[in-house]
């Protein structure tokens, strides 16, 4: 029996260093750096900051002026990728942590909790498939997040195209809303393409990334996975919580093969952002800290 007792209390002990690892974690901010060879030669760089995953609510004020201090980066544009809110009153909280940023050229999409508030979910649901909707999940004030977005001039790419000049490039968008909650439908080709064509979306479902693929989008951007969230050292991301393989939770890849300066040219860019925040129900991450990416393009070579 003691030695029961004592391999129970070890374990305790750990599963707590564990959870409370996982807490400190989710407030571990960081930002990641990415290099893509896409532009021309002689052109001048282009620096994305690609946000994703904020799940804000009214009191969260380290993430907010984390996300605030983000505009002491020397970034041309900003591409959001979705699930801002995770409160029906945190607009104004949204909205005052990207102010700093306001003053760039943006584009944005919407997840899931751009919509519908969050709820309690059994984690090990999500090694079953996907989380589903909830037909009981409170609405949120999305049009409030649109006219905040939409008021300081940033590109809405919900199933809709657009096109954005920033370090001498144009750069056509081409965005979808979420796969996640069946809202993705691609827009209509209005034949414009820009130096880039790019794509964005939240949740990197197959489907979306195949049609953006098809769409001649040479960088897509997405969100959604929070890189796993809950990873393994050494494994990497258990769950994607979409149909997207798992090695491809987070960071940057090609789809759909290998990263064209790994030898396939006919794949696409794609990164995907772990994102900043979690749901306010499954506050911690193991071995997946929270990010936000400056993602730079530069000439091929």
């Known amino acids: 029996m003691p030695n029961v007792r004592t391999a129970l209390a070890v374990a305790g002990a750990t599963a707590a260093a564990g959870l409370a ?18 532009l021309p030669a002689g052109s001048a760089p282009v620096r ?16 907010i002026e984390w996300v605030r201090s983000l505009a002491r980066e020397n970034v041309d544009l900003v591409v959001t990728t979705g699930d801002n809110l995770a409160h029906a009153d945190a607009v104004p909280a949204v909205a005052r942590a990207l102010t700093p940023l306001f003053e760039l050229p943006g584009a944005f999409v ?33 049009q409030s997040l649109t006219t905040v977005l939409e008021g300081v001039g940033w590109t809405n790419l919900n199933n809709a195209r657009g096109t954005v000049s920033v370090a001498g490039q144009e750069i056509s968008f081409v965005g979808m809303d979420d796969p996640h909650i069946q809202r993705d439908s691609m827009p209509s080709d209005d034949g414009v393409r820009g130096d880039l064509h790019v794509g964005v979306v939240h949740a990197p479902y197959r489907r979306a990334l195949d049609a953006l693929h098809e769409d001649g989008v040479v960088l897509t951007l997405a969100g959604h996975t929070h890189g796993g969230q809950v990873c393994v050292p050494g494994m990497g991301a258990l769950v994607t919580n979409c149909d997207i393989d798992r090695t491809r939770a987070k960071g940057l ?26 749901s306010p129900y499954a506050r911690v991450r193991f071995a997946c800290r929270p990010e936000a990416t400056v993602v730079t393009l530069v000439p091929r070579d």
């Open 21 to 38: 690892w996982g807490f400190a974690e989710a407030h571990a901010y960081t930002t990641r750096r990415v290099t893509v060879p896409l």
């Open 48 to 63: 994305i900051l690609h946000l994703s995953d904020l799940h804000l609510t009214p009191t969260q004020e380290r993430r």
């Open 110 to 142: 919407y997840g899931s909790n751009d919509y519908y508030a969050p709820t309690p979910i059994n984690p090990f649901k999500y090694f079953k498939a996907p989380s589903g909707l909830e037909s009981t999940r409170p609405l949120l004030p999305t």
């Open 253 to 278: 890849h090609g789809y759909p093969g290998l990263r064209p300066d790994q030898g396939d040219p006919a794949s696409m860019w794609l990164h995907v952002s772990a994102g900043v925040g979690t």
